[in-house]
């Protein structure tokens, strides 16, 4: 019996947690984060809560926006902004350097993504914007993306730039450690963004979604896109 309570208690405790991410991640410019998790869970038991999407794809809510304008510094130090990239779709992905496994494997996916994507990769600028703007400068930015894929942009900024298009994305981050430690790891939501040419978000892919799932979505939205 106890050993029924326990894992009844796990689970509701990765639900709430799941709930809470999703409130965070969705939440309307200007809305708390008590008001939205409250709305999430009367979307719950009002059964009125959007069924997942399959393959690891999230189908963004109703009314809700992600992506836009941003102004950034790109590992060659050049500054850049969303017009750098008109017309071009983004595979964008928010992390750190110094990320222990996350980062690393989402990167690698995002990469087998890019070739997988065949004569097709050339409309679609991989981007890795790193949330540790104090560490991560564009140096060791430009040593670090290139490990990945030679298309791979890394993106930096101040400390306000990369809290602004966090925003924009809807991005969670904050350091794990002690604020004043100089040896430190990031807490950092995860999603890989395939954005449009209007810099708007057109997909989102949750950690671990198949790289040929995604590279099937995102070469359908390239054809659908392209005019005939």
Sequence with gaps: ???????????????????????????????????????????????????????????????????????????????????????????????????????PTELGRMADVIDMLGPLAGRVTPAFITIDPERDRPDHLADYVSRFHPRLQGLTGTTEQIAAVARQFRVFYARANSPNATDYLMDHSSFIYLVGPDNRVRSLFRPDTAVEGMARMITGQLRAAAPS
């Design 1 to 103: 019996m106890l050993k029924v309570i326990r894992y009844t208690v796990a689970v509701l405790l990765l639900a709430i947690g799941g709930l809470w991410a999703h409130a965070w991640f969705t939440h309307a410019p200007g809305q708390s984060m008590a008001d939205a998790f409250g709305q999430r869970l009367a979307q719950v038991f009002g059964q009125d809560m959007q069924v997942p999407s399959a393959a690891g794809v999230v189908q963004l809510p109703p009314g809700i926006s992600l992506g836009g304008g941003f102004n950034l510094t790109r590992q060659d130090g050049v500054a850049v902004t969303e017009r750098d990239y008109a017309g071009q779709w983004m595979l964008i992905y928010f992390g750190f350097t110094y990320c222990p496994d996350v980062c």
